[in-house]
């Protein structure tokens, strides 16, 4: 059961969006998948297809694509193009695979800047059916779910989500679509040190979207970015396409999504992935913490957890810590702030509690040889910390806490101490005044070093939407009277096609006659429609009486000389049927 925080991401598939020509960009990009990556994708894609419920001639419904999925450990859900990158990780660690329910438009049948339903189902569910895979994908999201997203992260992923949106959006002008690009440039730029975010994303990309597998010289495609397009599969094979074996380093090359890569990363198998993506986990604040994870923590500007030794979880901005040396004293959070145990927040301590912000220091008691949070009561009560009395906790670092204590809150499985509330309580460090009593009830953090710092609040469900977004689908245009007489001639060839391999209707004369006159109708009203009369083709040379067959490839032919682009799709197209 996936929790409420993540629903919101979830849409409607609406599989009557779909119309005739939609199903027919799925056949022809369907055919050219299966027809190359028979021999060049890894093994066990073709049987993924079937096992996942894709077929060739219809758009998979995401519910039944669920169904066959359970039986491997995961399950899918559809979602509207591109949804933040923590929410994607999140699904994907709950097993559940995050599947665009758009589809690519003719005019993008090559390749769409937006994800669709051809990548994500196409491209990543045929390979769920090898469970090494299948683990290593969800235990990456786990990873990745960890990793600290930066300010300039999330303006880029905006930036990335309107651009893709304008491009598929039939409404868009040329001048937003320029602006839109503009500005993409601009956030761009303004990145100056690569996030953690961005690291897992580039080992991502090297692996479950581009990534190669087997020999150096001789590798099989399993990546989805080239499983969901034929022009990449091909491509990445090539001689000039340098093959690199995957390590760490992969994340230190960089990407660009509108162009096909120079340079791509070959995995012997895929147990291999889990050892590189180990390597990059140890070198990630949330294993390594101390200093090191702080300041990548208020680099990023973002909602972040900083978790003690103790136990306890702090959610919130970090905006600033203070230390010395190597040894963070006192956390300083600003804006709304959670505290939590094991990812669950604490009760009476959620962020509408912590509003104004959150700091506690971090260390060692003068005088008090074991951690603070290793203490029982009497313990406490020997070192002068007494509930109801008024206290002093001088640290090490010369943070002075002084005030009433008003609550002891213990770990519920350890029982070590986490926080202590006070009353009438001053916190100093040296001159400066940290807390005061006007200020209200201080809660101090409990803990004596950060082991760890991970990207997003513990308890997202509690802690509630650190940014804003709206599930959509792309809109459409209305479809006008003569779009609507164009998809009954889509779907009169569809049902033909259905007739004939259902064994409803043979494949004689009468057929030939049937499917002629709609080709006739086509002649007459869409003379720049490639799509269909390459599937009346299809169709047409399985019947007797083909005579007319010559002016439909005569009719290819011709708008092939028209557009390079047309004739790369109908070149691509024949060379399927032949």
């Known amino acids: 059961m996936l929790p409420a925080h993540l629903k919101r991401y979830i849409v409607d598939q609406d599989y009557s969006r779909y119309t005739p020509v939609d199903q027919a960009v799925w056949r022809f990009i369907m055919r050219q998948l299966t027809s190359f990556l028979s ?6 894609y073709l049987e993924g297809l079937a096992k996942t419920g894709i077929s060739v001639d219809r758009i998979p419904r995401i519910e039944e694509m669920s169904e066959k999925l359970s039986k491997f450990g ?51 569910a045929p390979i769920l059916i090898e469970p090494e895979y299948a683990n290593y994908l969800r235990a990456y999201a786990q990873v990745a779910s960890k990793a600290i997203l930066s300010r300039q992260d999330m303006d880029q992923y905006e930036a990335i989500r309107v651009l893709s949106d304008m491009k598929e959006n039939p409404d868009s002008t040329p001048e937003e679509i320029k602006a839109a690009e503009k500005r993409l440039a601009e956030v761009s730029a303004a990145i100056i040190e690569v996030s953690e975010a961005a690291y897992l994303g580039r080992m991502n990309w090297w692996t479950a979207e581009y990534g190669l597998i087997g020999p150096l010289d001789a590798p099989k495609i399993f990546g989805a970015g080239l499983l969901s397009s034929v022009g990449e599969a091909k491509n990445c094979l090539a001689a000039k396409v340098k093959k690199i074996p995957l390590t760490v380093d992969c994340i230190g090359y960089a990407y660009d999504i509108t162009e096909q890569q120079p340079q791509l990363f070959v995995t012997p198998d895929f147990h291999h992935l889990y050892v590189v993506l180990e390597q990059l986990a140890n070198r990630m604040a949330f294993r390594r913490g101390g200093v090191e994870g702080l300041e990548k923590a208020v680099k990023a500007e973002t909602v972040n957890t900083v978790e003690l030794e103790s136990g306890l979880q702090i959610s919130g901005v970090l905006k600033a810590f203070d230390r010395e040396e190597t040894i963070p ?18 009760q009476g301590h959620g962020r509408q509690y912590h509003k104004d912000g959150f700091g506690s220091p971090v260390g060692g008691l003068v005088g008090v040889d074991a951690a603070l949070s290793d203490l029982d009561d009497g313990a406490l009560a020997r070192a002068g910390i007494k509930k109801g009395a008024i206290s002093e906790l001088r640290f090490h670092s010369g943070v002075v806490v002084r005030g009433k204590v008003r609550q002891f809150t213990r770990h519920p499985k350890t029982n070590r101490l986490i926080v202590i509330a006070f009353d009438d309580c001053t916190v100093t460090r040296g001159t400066e005044v940290l807390f005061q009593p006007a200020w209200g009830v201080y809660d101090m953090a409990v803990g004596s070093r950060v082991i760890s710092v991970f990207g997003g609040p513990a308890d997202r469900e509690h802690y509630g939407s650190t940014e804003d977004f709206v599930a959509k689908l792309i809109p459409r245009k209305p479809i006008t009277p003569i779009e609507s007489y164009k998809h009954e001639l889509y779907k009169e060839v569809g049902h033909i096609r259905d007739e004939l391999s259902g064994g409803i209707m043979k494949a004689d004369d009468a057929a030939s006659d049937r499917l002629e006159r709609v080709y006739s109708k086509i002649e007459a009203d869409f003379p720049h429609d490639w799509l269909i009369r390459l599937e009346i083709f299809e169709l047409g040379r399985k019947l007797p009486s083909k005579s007319w ?21 109908v070149d691509e197209g024949l060379s399927v049927l032949k």
């Open 329 to 346: 004293v006192y956390l300083r959070f600003n804006g709304p702030s959670q505290l939590c145990v094991e990812g669950r927040e604490l």
């Open 74 to 124: 995961w399950r899918a859900v559809p979602v509207s193009g591109f949804i933040p990158p923590a929410a994607f990780m999140e699904l994907q660690a709950y097993g559940y695979l995050p599947i665009a329910s758009d589809l690519r438009t003719v005019d993008h049948i090559g390749y769409t800047p937006a994800p669709d339903i051809v990548h994500e189902a196409a491209g990543h």
């Open 39 to 44: 021999t060049h994708a890894h093994p066990c």
């Open 549 to 569: 067959l010559a002016r439909v490839e005569m009719e290819l032919g011709n708008l092939s000389e028209k557009d390079a682009n047309v004739r790369a799709r």
